[in-house]
C-alpha cells in the first residue's frame, strides 16, 4: 500500500513537473488553477493578427537605428500607446551613451585591378522600402575611423584557428587588411574584430558567403527568404563580451552627471577598422586575391576560386560618428494588487541596423499587442498579483546598451524585486519555436505550451516537438527547452550582472536577410510570418508566462531540475577533455547531489501545501522570498575570471558569444591552469551549499 502510494505520488510529481495534467498548474493550489485559467483564456482571446500587422507596418516604415531621430520618436510613440492602453507609470529614461552611426566608409581594390564596392544594396520594384534613400550604407558599429592602403589576405572566418593556418602557409597579416566571412562555424563579429585587431591587421571586411545565408541554401529575396548578391549584414563589432552597455561607464549607469572614463581605457571600444560587405562587392576581392588556393573548407559558395592572398591590394576607409548621444529607454508598469514589490520585467530592444522588420520589429510588434492585452484586462479589473514592468529598450545592437544601463541603475530594486526576466528580442522569423532559459524555468515554458493553440491547429507543445524532431533534434519533455544561455541579446545583464532567472523566446525559420535592409515588412508578409499567426502566438505565450509568474501562488521554479542541468554542465566537462588527471570534481559533484536532494523534498513540500486547505498566505509570501533569493547566490561579486562584469557562476558566454557554462572552472581548466579551476570549484561548492541551507530552511518553514 506505502509503495503503491508512495509511487502514485511519484507519477503525479512527473506528469506535473512538465504539465501534462491540464488542471494542474505548476505553482498553484487547485483553487487558483480554476480562477488563472480563466484569466489566461481572456488574455488568449484579446490579441489579433490584424493590430500586430498594424504596429509591425508602423514600426518598419523608417530605418531606426540606435541614436536616430525616428528611433527616439518610436521611444514617444510606445510611451503614449502604453498610457492609452492603461500602463502606469509610463516613463522615457535618457542615457548619454557612447553611439556610432557612420559619416563615410568606402573601399576599394586597386590592383591587380580596380574595384569600387557600391557599399550599397539593390532596390526592387516589388518592393518599395527598398528605394528609400534614407537607407544607410554598409557599416560596423563602433569601428574605428581611419584609412589604410594595403595588401588583402582572405581569413576565412577569422578565428583564431584561421590565422594559424594561415600562419602555417608563411602568410602573416600584420599591417594588411583582412577580409573574412560572417560564419563558419558562426562567431559573433565581434569576436572576429578582436582576433583581427590581436593578430595586427589594420581593417577587416566581413563579408556575407552565399554558402551560409544565400544562394547556396534556397531562393534569395524577393523570391525566397535568403540574402540575394547585394544584401550587406550590418552590424557592431563592440567587444561586450568583456563588458556590455556604454563603453565608458562599465558597471555603472550613464545617467546625468556620472563619472565616464577616459575613451582609451574601454575594455569594449575596437581599434580597428571594420566594415561589412555584399557578395557582390566582396567577388572581385576574392577573385583577385592572388596567393595559394585556399584549403577546401575555407572555399564558399561563390564559383570562384578561393585563395589565401598576399598579392592584391585595397584601400579602405572609415570615417565614423562613435559620439556621444542620448539612448532612451521607454518603461511602464502595472502595479500589483497583492506583492507589488514582487516584479516580472518583460522587454524588447526597438533599435534596429535598417528596418528591422524581424530584428527587433517583430519583437516589437509582439509587445505592444501583448501590452494592448494586459491593458484590457486592467480596464476588466484583472489586475495580476505582482507588478508587471514592460520596457523599450534602446541601443541594443550597439553593446546591449540600454537594459545594461537600466540594469546597472535599478540594480538594488532589481537584485531584490525582480522574479524573473522575458526578452523577446526577434520575435517571429519563421514558424520554429526555440526558446532560452535559467533551468529553473524550462518546466514551466513546457507547461505553458500545452495551453496554447499554434496555427496549425495543434497545441504549441505539439507544433515544438514536431519542429525540433524534423531537425533532428531531442524531443524527450526534459530537452525542450535550451538551457545554455549565451549572450547577443538584453537578458544578459540581468542574468550575468544581476542573477536575475531570465527567459528568452523566438520562433525562427530560414532567414538570410538579417541585419540587411531586406529584414523589411515586405519580406515579413512574404516569408517570415504571412499572416502574422506566429506573433499573434508569441504575444499570448509571452503574456500567459508573465501572468503564470504573475499570479502564481508559490513562484513556479523547479530547482531539482536546475540540479540536474548542472551536474549535466559538469558531465560534459569531464568528458570533455580529460582534466580528471590534475582536478578532482568529486566535492563538487557530491554538493550537487546535496542541492539536489534539497531541491526535490522541497518540490514534494511544495506540492503538499498546495494541496492542503490551510495555506496561511503571509508562509507562502516568506517562501517566496526565498525562491527569489536562490538565482542571485549563484553570483561571486568578484566576477569569472577576467571579466569582473559577468558575475554568475553558472551561466556566461564565450568571446564568441556561444554559450559558456561553469565560466570560471571550464576556462581554467581549457587552460590547463588547476590552481584557479579549484578556486572556482570552491565558488561554486560555497553557492551550492548556500542554495541547499535555503532550499532546507524553506522547506522546514512550509512543513511546519
Ligand atoms: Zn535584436
Not at 537594459?403 to 532589481?414: I, P
Not at 513556479?556 to 570533455?576: C, G, H, M, R, T
Request: hydrophobic fraction near 35%.
Amino acid at each position: 500500500m506505502r509503495f503503491f502510494w508512495r509511487t502514485a505520488l511519484l507519477v503525479t510529481l512527473l506528469l506535473n513537473a512538465f504539465g501534462a495534467n491540464p488542471q494542474h498548474l505548476r505553482g498553484f493550489s487547485a483553487e487558483s488553477a480554476r480562477s488563472q485559467i480563466q484569466i489566461e483564456a481572456k488574455f488568449k482571446s484579446i490579441p489579433s493578427s490584424g493590430e500586430v500587422k498594424k504596429h509591425h507596418r508602423f514600426l518598419t516604415l523608417e530605418p531606426h537605428p540606435a541614436g536616430s531621430e525616428r528611433n527616439n520618436e518610436l521611444a514617444r510613440y510606445i510611451a503614449d500607446l502604453w498610457k492609452q492602453q492603461g500602463w502606469e507609470d509610463v516613463t522615457i529614461r535618457r542615457y548619454d551613451v557612447l553611439n556610432t552611426l557612420p559619416r563615410e566608409v568606402s573601399c576599394e581594390l586597386i590592383s591587380p585591378v580596380r574595384y569600387k564596392a557600391s557599399l550599397r544594396e539593390e532596390p526592387y520594384d516589388i518592393d518599395p522600402d527598398t528605394k528609400n534613400p534614407r537607407v544607410q550604407s554598409a557599416y560596423t558599429g563602433l569601428s574605428a575611423s581611419g584609412e589604410v592602403t594595403a595588401p588583402i589576405v582572405y581569413a576565412h572566418s577569422g578565428n583564431p584557428e584561421d590565422y594559424d593556418l594561415l600562419r602555417k602557409n608563411g602568410i602573416d597579416v600584420k599591417g594588411k587588411i583582412v577580409m573574412v566571412r560572417y560564419s563558419n562555424p558562426y562567431s559573433y563579429r565581434g569576436f572576429k574584430a578582436l582576433t583581427a585587431e590581436r593578430e595586427g591587421a589594420v581593417a577587416m571586411i566581413i563579408y556575407s558567403d552565399p554558402q551560409e545565408d544565400g544562394f547556396k541554401r534556397g531562393k534569395v529575396f524577393p523570391d525566397g527568404p535568403w540574402g540575394p548578391e547585394s544584401h550587406i549584414q550590418r552590424g557592431a563589432i563592440t567587444y561586450d563580451f568583456m563588458v556590455p552597455g556604454d563603453p565608458l561607464t562599465p558597471g555603472w549607469a550613464s545617467v546625468e552627471g556620472a563619472k565616464r572614463i577616459p575613451i582609451e581605457q574601454a575594455k569594449s571600444i575596437p581599434k580597428i577598422i571594420a566594415l561589412p560587405m555584399s557578395w557582390h562587392d566582396a567577388k572581385p576581392f576574392l577573385e583577385n586575391m592572388g596567393g595559394p588556393e585556399a584549403p577546401k573548407d575555407w572555399q564558399g559558395g561563390l564559383a570562384i576560386k578561393y585563395r589565401l592572398g598576399g598579392t592584391a591590394r585595397a584601400h579602405v576607409k572609415a570615417d565614423m560618428d562613435n559620439s556621444v548621444r542620448p539612448n532612451y529607454v521607454v518603461e511602464a508598469r502595472i502595479r500589483g494588487s497583492e506583492f507589488p514589490d514582487e516584479w516580472i520585467v518583460l522587454g524588447n530592444h526597438r533599435d534596429a541596423w535598417e528596418f528591422g522588420a524581424v530584428d527587433p520589429s517583430s519583437g516589437t510588434a509582439t509587445m505592444l499587442e501583448m501590452s494592448r492585452a494586459f491593458g484590457a484586462l486592467k480596464k476588466q479589473g484583472s489586475r495580476p498579483k505582482r507588478t508587471l514592468v514592460i520596457c523599450s529598450w534602446d541601443g541594443e545592437e550597439v553593446g546591449l546598451t540600454g537594459s545594461t544601463e537600466w540594469g546597472e541603475q535599478f540594480a538594488e530594486d532589481l537584485t531584490s524585486k525582480a522574479v524573473a526576466y522575458i526578452n523577446v528580442d526577434s520575435s517571429a522569423s519563421g514558424p520554429n519555436f526555440r526558446p532560452v532559459a535559467v533551468a529553473s524555468l524550462a518546466p514551466l515554458i513546457v507547461e505553458v505550451s500545452r495551453s496554447l493553440d499554434a496555427p496549425s491547429g495543434k497545441s504549441l507543445y505539439e507544433e515544438w516537438k514536431a519542429s525540433l524532431a524534423r531537425q533532428k533534434k531531442d524531443t524527450r519533455d526534459s530537452s525542450l527547452v535550451d538551457t545554455r544561455i549565451g549572450s547577443g541579446s538584453d537578458h544578459t545583464v540581468f542574468l550575468n550582472f544581476l542573477g536575475r532567472p531570465t527567459i528568452g523566446l523566438t520562433f525562427n525559420g530560414p532567414y538570410g536577410v538579417y541585419h540587411s535592409m531586406y529584414d523589411n515588412f515586405y519580406w515579413m508578409n512574404q516569408f517570415g510570418d504571412p499572416g502574422y499567426r506566429y506573433h499573434t502566438l508569441m504575444s499570448k505565450l509571452w503574456g500567459v508566462l508573465a501572468l503564470r509568474l504573475a499570479n502564481a501562488d508559490i513562484l513556479p521554479f523547479d530547482f531539482a531540475f536546475y540540479a540536474d542541468n548542472i551536474s549535466q554542465f559538469v558531465d560534459e566537462l569531464q568528458k570533455k577533455s580529460d582534466p580528471q588527471k590534475h582536478f578532482d570534481f568529486k566535492p563538487l559533484i557530491s554538493r550537487i547531489a546535496q542541492f539536489e536532494s534539497e531541491a526535490q523534498t522541497m518540490n514534494r513540500a511544495i506540492e503538499r501545501k498546495l494541496q492542503s486547505e490551510n495555506s496561511d498566505s503571509r508562509a507562502l509570501s516568506r517562501l517566496n522570498q526565498q525562491i527569489m533569493r536562490v538565482e542571485a547566490n549563484w553570483l561571486n561579486s568578484e566576477g569569472i575570471p577576467g571579466r569582473p562584469w559577468f558575475k554568475h557562476i553558472l551561466y556566461a558566454a564565450r568571446y564568441t558569444y556561444a554559450h559558456l557554462e561553469l565560466p570560471g572552472l571550464t576556462e581554467a581548466l581549457e587552460k590547463g591552469d588547476w590552481q584557479v579551476a579549484l578556486q572556482q570549484s570552491k565558488i561554486l561548492e560555497g553557492a551550492l551549499e548556500k542554495n541547499a541551507a535555503l532550499l532546507h530552511e524553506a522547506t522546514a518553514e512550509i512543513s511546519r
